[in-house]
């Protein structure tokens, strides 16, 4: 079987998301010390900041590893040319369509993977050269697209020659070896690592994520454009219900989400602070090491062990 594995030089054919001040340094060399792909989440953070970050990882890590760039970011360009200085031998992308970026990349060798929301940018990716696409549905965490991860990955399986990375919904071995059936070559775990012993968020955040049940998250932003999943708190209630009331203007909600991300990762206030996570929370039932993540979701797979092959 041809997977990610190949690809990447990994032990499990896993990826981290790139989680927005959550995917640190610390949160990525755990998952690459455990056979998966650890990625620093540039999310809005600064040049400087993303290097400082590469340059710690290093010395945690002598595995693979990558950065994901949030294209939404006023910095995604100068992070763009850092991660070739820098020699990060991966890249994924977020929020955006990273065509300009492709050719240097790949000319400096790097392997990269953007997010995916449809058919049509999957297939404008591979002709400009992508190694592979990251399909995420509808059930992740954070910014989504409206299509469910069950539809969308084997729409774009059929469609693209080169790998599809199954994200949105996947928790465990079953979700793991579901994407394999839909068509996808890996998969990208987020949520289920948001309760890891090594991920750097409040534990508040983290005991709100093992603590929900399926239908704890929800949509903010709809109608912004910038549709978010989070957990179900006042906050996310406050917001909703502004989004109904024609009197209040985008500014004023905006003002409300400001660095709420923030404030749940690093205050751990569970009432106003945004708690990302995607519909998979439900199935995340205590806090583990990463190691024990990955194994659980590989080791038991019908796949991984050759009892089938897709
Ligand atoms: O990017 C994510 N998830 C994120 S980014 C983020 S930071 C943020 N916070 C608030 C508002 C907005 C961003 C939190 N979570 N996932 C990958 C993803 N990419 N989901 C959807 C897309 C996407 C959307 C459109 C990728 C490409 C795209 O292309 C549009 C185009 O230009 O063709």
């Known amino acids: 079987m041809s997977d990610l594995r190949d690809l990447l030089g990994i032990k499990y054919p896993v990826?981290?998301?790139?989680?927005?001040?959550?995917?640190?340094?610390?949160?990525?060399?755990a998952v690459s010390n455990a056979g998966g792909l650890?990625?620093?989440?540039?999310?809005?953070?600064?040049?400087?900041?993303?290097?400082?970050?590469?340059?710690?990882?290093?010395?945690?890590?002598?595995?693979?590893?990558?950065?994901?760039?949030?294209?939404?970011?006023?910095?995604?360009?100068?992070?763009?040319?850092?991660?070739?200085?820098?020699?990060?031998?991966?890249?994924t992308t977020g929020a955006g369509n990273p065509g300009e970026y492709i050719e240097k990349w790949k000319n400096a060798n790097i392997k990269v993977i953007p997010v995916v929301p449809s058919v049509a940018l999957g297939i404008r990716m591979q002709r400009a050269g992508a190694d592979a696409v990251i399909v995420e549905g509808t059930e992740a965490g954070g910014h989504v697209g409206e299509l469910t991860t069950f539809t969308l990955v084997p729409q774009v399986s059929d469609a693209l020659d080169i790998p599809v990375i199954a994200a949105g919904g996947i928790a465990d071995h079953r979700g793991f070896d579901a994407a394999f059936v839909l068509g996808a070559k890996g998969v990208q775990i987020g949520t289920v690592l948001l309760a890891s012993e090594e991920c750097p968020i409040h534990v508040n955040y983290k005991n709100k994520v093992v603590s929900a049940k399926d239908?704890?998250?929800?949509?903010?932003?709809?109608?912004?454009g910038?549709?978010?999943?989070?957990?179900?708190?006042?906050?996310?209630?406050?917001?909703?219900?502004?989004?109904?009331?024609?009197?209040?203007?985008?500014?004023?909600?905006?003002?409300?989400?400001?660095?709420?991300?923030?404030?749940?990762?690093?205050?751990?206030?569970?009432?106003?602070?945004?708690?990302?996570?995607?519909?998979s929370a439900?199935?995340?039932?205590?806090?583990?090491?990463?190691?024990?993540?990955?194994?659980?979701?590989?080791?038991?797979?019908?796949?991984?062990?050759g009892k089938i092959d897709v």
Not at 15 to 29: K, R, S, V, Y
Request: aromatic share 4%; proline share 4%.
């Open 215 to 224: 239908t704890d998250t929800v949509v903010t932003g709809r109608n912004t």
């Open 282 to 305: 439900g199935l995340v039932k205590s806090i583990r090491p990463v190691k024990d993540i990955l194994a659980s979701i590989c080791e038991p797979s019908l796949l991984f062990t």
């Open 38 to 91: 650890g990625l620093i989440g540039s999310g809005g953070w600064d040049v400087d900041r993303v290097r400082d970050e590469i340059r710690s990882l290093k010395k945690l890590t002598d595995k693979p590893f990558g950065v994901n760039i949030m294209l939404m970011s006023p910095h995604a360009k100068d992070i763009s040319d850092m991660v070739i200085e820098e020699g990060v031998p991966v890249v």
């Open 226 to 279: 910038a549709p978010v999943r989070v957990l179900k708190n006042k906050m996310a209630k406050a917001y909703l219900k502004m989004a109904k009331d024609p009197n209040i203007t985008l500014e004023e909600m905006e003002k409300l989400t400001l660095g709420s991300l923030r404030k749940a990762v690093f205050d751990g206030d569970i009432h106003y602070g945004s708690l990302m996570a995607g519909q």
């Open 15 to 29: 990826i981290q998301g790139g989680m927005a001040n959550i995917a640190t340094h610390e949160l990525a060399a």
